[in-house]
């Protein structure tokens, strides 16, 4: 069982680039979570998704699309990259509701840099 | 203001030490309540959901005040490995799972 994994570890874009970063659960997770850490502002949701095939914004979703077509993995694109998006992404999942739990289960982050 | 708000800390206590964080959240309609740890350049891992009767586990201890919309976390016998950022986590609206992160409160324990 890996639970969240995320590729890549790290990279190096320049602004204007464009990039997808791959989130996979084999937790069979239904709600799957993009949020971005940066210093002194906490983890800030971009896109969630609450299963296989939808999508929504959460509180910075600009720059950024998602796509949930299985229900394993949660892509997020940077369709051209600016230096503001340099940040420490996670992605996270989390079990179905009737499971009355919230845990969310994080995977070991993405380190993005823009130039 | 922001819609959670944590002291940044950090604060820095004795091996042994009793140490208590405070969590404001905004949103009287707050449904969830959770802590979160976070150690230096890794992942979130959920620590506590915190209920509306108070709960405990081991030396860890949250409670909840919603009159005053306030969640707290004590550590008693503070040990080195609980050295780490302290994340107050609020699910805002009912029916839908869309959580709301303070920034995090951060503690040394020292030898």
């Known amino acids: 069982n890996a639970g969240v994994t995320q590729t890549p570890k790290f990279r190096v874009l320049k602004t204007g680039q464009s990039m997808t970063l791959l989130c996979a659960q084999d937790?069979?997770?239904?709600?799957m979570y993009w949020y971005r850490q940066d210093p002194g502002m906490g983890l800030r949701l971009i896109h969630y998704s609450v299963g296989e095939g939808t999508t929504a914004k959460g509180e910075v979703p600009d720059g950024y699309n998602v796509s949930r077509l299985k229900k394993q993995n949660f892509l997020l694109g940077l369709e051209s990259a600016a230096p503001s998006q340099t940040s420490v992404y996670f992605c996270?999942?989390?079990?179905?509701?009737?499971?009355?739990?919230?845990?969310?289960?994080f995977g070991p982050g993405t380190r993005l840099l823009v130039l | 203001r922001k819609e959670v708000e944590q002291d940044p800390g950090p604060f820095n206590v004795p091996e042994g030490a009793t140490v208590a964080f405070n969590c404001t959240y905004s949103?009287?309609?707050?449904?969830?309540f959770f802590w979160y740890r976070q150690d230096c350049r890794k992942e979130p891992k959920l620590l506590m959901s915190?209920?509306?009767s108070g709960n405990e586990d081991g030396r860890f201890t949250a409670q909840l005040n919603r009159a005053s919309q306030y969640i707290s976390l004590l550590i008693r016998d503070s040990k080195l490995s609980d050295s780490a950022t302290y994340l107050c986590v609020v699910r805002s609206t009912s029916g839908t799972y869309k959580y709301i992160f303070g920034t995090g409160t951060r503690l040394k324990v020292l030898a």
């Open positions: 949103n009287s309609a707050s449904q969830s």
């Open positions: 996270a999942s989390k079990p179905p509701t009737n499971y009355n739990r919230e845990t969310q289960y």
């Open positions: 915190v209920y509306s």
């Open positions: 937790m069979n997770h239904e709600y």
